[in-house]
């Protein structure tokens, strides 16, 4: 009997502790997409420590110079199209209480304004990844839960009777951005519910849970997403240029728009097996944006990097951007600006793999003006990003402590990265190949103890 009674309490404990655990649970399954993977090499480059503030919206927008703005950060839309997705953004921005700038910035990033685009689970100009929220939303109504201050869970609604939650409408443009602002309000809302019930890494806004659901596996999406941002309120009027920085008494100004950009592997770091060394920075950049001259001067080189002895050729950009990629050298199609110092020498600088080239030798320029556009042209495997080198008087310098506040991040060296991936691939085939062809077993002696047994 006494047996029993100690049973049944421990019985009761145990229950008591599921229940209280459960109490602490949130009333419904982690929201998840996992068709996104975070990027661990990525994640060692900047940390949300490293951030600045985000600048401020206005309070009111203007619609032509926002549409404008859209078009330019877009880049390839016809002015009508630009006119009805900024109308739909300001639209269901101000209906639901969201950033209409973060809005656009998320479109662009997820699809680059294009209406018909299905990737990593999502769909649409937002990439809105449906089994996140099916089973949430019925009649119409999206029904969700926030903590209240004595821990309680109160459950909200949000109506949403103006389109239907299917797949055929969220790839049209007006549906997904009407459901994306919707879901972008209830994500601000229970941003802080959800960061004390799941599991997060450190992030700084709610946008990272459009992303990545409940769980934010990584930072930098929301890092991409505000850079978006920034460069669209800088192309509207409401983000003024940073403030130069300034090298020997020369201004220097961001290479790319939306600054401070991310820097993603530093001067020196290792290439080719160690067979040579990085000769400038990257900075992390989209296909397409415009890349500008950090300092006024003038162009002493336009043209292609090639293999072999021959290892460049100037060119007119007409001809520069016709080159065929596939004989280009690890530079790329390149720009090569001469900058004279107030007191005695120069600063040269070299904007490498670009996909377009817009100015040509010996052309003035002055800070801020469109070099070209970031491309991958001379590479093999990176994602498009611009390659920018610092030389003073022939002198190889380091471009971060020059650009300083225009860039941002600590980069962990790829080829470390890369070799302790291969140790691990070899190790992972090694075992593989032990377990395939085991080695042959000798005949114990006898007397010992296997023999005995």
């Known amino acids: 009997m006494v047996r029993v009674m100690r049973r049944l309490a421990k019985l009761l404990l145990l229950l008591l502790g599921l229940q209280l655990l459960a109490a602490d649970r949130p009333p419904w399954r982690a929201r998840k997409r996992p068709e996104i993977r975070p990027n661990r090499l990525a994640a060692m480059h900047v940390s949300p420590h490293d951030w600045a503030p985000e600048p401020a919206a206005p309070a009111i927008v203007e619609a032509a110079a926002f549409d404008g703005a859209l078009r330019k950060l877009c880049g390839w839309m016809r002015p009508g199209r630009a006119r009805d997705y900024g109308a739909w953004i300001r639209r269901y921005a101000g209906d639901f ?22 990737e990593l689970g999502g769909l649409g100009l937002t990439l809105i990844a449906p089994r996140m929220y099916q089973s949430a939303l019925q009649s119409r109504r999206y029904r969700y839960q926030v903590s209240g201050p004595g821990g309680e869970w109160i459950e909200r609604e949000r109506p949403l009777p103006r389109f239907p939650f299917v797949r055929a409408a969220m790839l049209r443009p007006e549906p997904n951005l009407y459901f994306a602002a919707a879901l972008l309000s209830v994500w601000r809302e229970q941003h802080a519910t959800v960061d004390a019930s799941f599991e997060q890494v450190p992030h700084r806004h709610y946008v990272s849970h459009w992303v990545w659901g409940d769980r934010v596996r990584s930072a930098r999406a929301e890092d991409r997403i505000l850079t978006d941002r920034r460069r669209l309120l800088r192309y509207y009027g409401a983000l003024p240029a940073p403030e130069p920085s300034e090298y020997l008494g020369l201004p220097l100004g961001t290479p790319l728009d939306g600054a401070p950009r991310v820097v993603s592997s530093g001067l020196g770091f290792e290439r080719d097996d160690g067979q040579r060394s990085h000769r400038g920075i990257d900075l992390e950049s989209e296909f397409g944006e415009p890349v500008r001259s950090v300092a006024s001067g003038r162009v002493v080189f336009a043209g292609v990097d090639l293999p072999g002895r021959q290892s460049n050729q100037q060119l007119p950009p007409a001809e520069t951007n016709e080159y065929d990629r596939g004989a280009l050298g690890r530079g ?13 020498g120069s600063l040269r600088f070299c904007y490498m793999h670009l996909e377009t080239v817009e100015v040509e030798r010996g052309q003035r320029i002055i800070m801020g003006q469109r070099l070209g556009t970031v491309g991958r042209t001379g590479m093999k495997r990176s994602a498009p990003h611009l390659h920018f080198e610092a030389h003073l008087d022939g002198t190889l310098l380091n471009p971060m402590q020059l650009l300083r506040e225009h860039v941002v991040g600590s980069p962990a060296p790829f080829d470390d990265h890369r070799k302790r991936r291969a140790r691990r691939r070899a190790r992972a085939a090694a075992k593989a190949a032990a377990l395939q062809n085991p080695p042959a077993q000798s005949e114990p002696a006898a007397g010992s103890d296997l023999a005995a047994r």
């Open 332 to 344: 790329g199609r390149y720009v090569c600006t001469l900058h004279a110092l107030p007191e005695a």
């Open 97 to 118: 209480g969201v950033d209409p700038f973060l809005l656009a910035g998320l479109v662009y990033r997820e699809s680059r304004c294009r209406a018909d685009r299905e």
